[in-house]
Every structure is written in structure tokens, then in C-alpha cells.
């Protein structure tokens, strides 16, 4: 039997509009962000959601 695989176009959308925002609050002239705390939610649930989705797919080319 399968195991639980995460669902994989959920969290697809949730990095590609979470680094859409990170990236929307970074100023690039004076590498700062604008809010600091949100700017870090942002920069975990991203990391978050690339690391499960690396390690969904990692997983699937070892089989």
C-alpha cells in the first residue's frame, strides 16, 4: 500500500504565492524587507513547502 504523499499541487500554488510575496517585500537596492516579522512567516512556510515538495520528489525517482 502507498503511503500518504503530500498533496503536491497545493503546496506547488502555497511556494509559488508565498515567494511571490517574499520576493514583492525585498528592496533590492538596500537588501532590507519591508516587515520583518511577516517577511520571515513568509521565508519558513516557503522553505517549508520546497522542502516537502524536494523531498516528495526525491523519494518518487528512488523507486
Do not use: C, R, W
Not at 46 to 58: E, G, R, T
Amino acid at each position: 500500500m502507498e503511503k500518504n504523499n503530500p498533496p503536491v499541487f497545493t503546496l506547488t500554488i502555497v511556494a509559488i504565492i508565498v515567494g511571490v510575496a517574499l520576493f514583492k517585500q525585498i528592496d533590492f537596492q538596500n537588501f532590507t524587507v519591508e516587515k520583518k516579522a511577516l517577511s520571515a512567516i513568509y521565508f519558513v512556510t516557503f522553505a517549508a513547502s520546497v522542502f516537502i515538495l524536494a523531498k516528495h520528489y526525491i523519494g518518487k525517482s528512488k523507486k
